[in-house]
């Protein structure tokens, strides 16, 4: 609990809510990094000891880009913050008219989603055409339903499962981002890394194979951990960063080396660290270093400040 909501005093109630907007935008800002620095790890071998990639490096985009992961939370951040509430026609628009200007990186399941509300198909037809896929695209983009909602856990599980429904609409891709927002949820409040875990697995309901991965998570070693584009081995991977590290850095950094689909993975547990640990626990230069393109293709950057603002407008539409 936030305490100044317990005992009604006015100072505390203040600081506490700077508490909670440190969190969010660490929860913001920690998926962009995350992000950016898995970005040149991406599709590679898994890194250990000395070959470890610490700091953002130049991959297929300079150093410090963020991907297609943080363009897709943005278009849903903005719909949030647009619609005052989740209006999931209007996230899918936004993600259509982001597919439609050529991204530089798109998922396979999304692309087949995108591809088909553009070709006009019946949503009935596309969701057959999706049975048994359970991609990580829905995951990578879940935060700021957490943020948005983050006065309300009930509702943030809902519209996390809601969200992911708009293009992931197998359960295990739902359950996946209502677990990851709990963590954050709980992250905002002060929960601490292992607090955060065990209230979302308390709040959430899993698929078994989902509950058991996590529960397992922590006593993985990391060459148990395949982390593919499988929602699954992005909560794994994200859980077992974030249970086996005790800092921002080492967490992201640990995840993105595990390769393969290390920007989505150190993404998922970048917002998540970023909750816990809150924005200055994220390296000053990590901070300094992030940058894209959004809308993508334009001239605007978006840089720190930007992703800042962001998760104070999805907070200040939570309410107080
Ligand atoms: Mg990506």
New binding site residues.
Partial sequence: MINGDVNGSANSARLSREALLDRARGCAVGAAVG?ALG?PL?FGPARRGRYQVRAMQAGRLPAGAF???TEMALALAESLIARDDLDTDDVLRRFVDWYRRSPA?VGNQLSLVLSSVRAGRPRAEIVRQLAGRQGNGSVMRCYPVALRFCVSLPRCLQASIEQSDITHPDPLCGAACALVNAVIWHGLRGADAATAVERALEAVELPDALRRTVEQAPGRSADELQNTGWALHAVESAVWGLLTTDSFAECVIQVANLGNDA??SACVVGAMAGAVYGLDAIPLDWREALHGRWPIHSERVWRVADFVALADALVGRGGE
Wanted: charge should be negative; proline fraction near 0%.
């Fill in positions: 992000d970005m991406e991907t297609d992961d990186d920007d989505t």
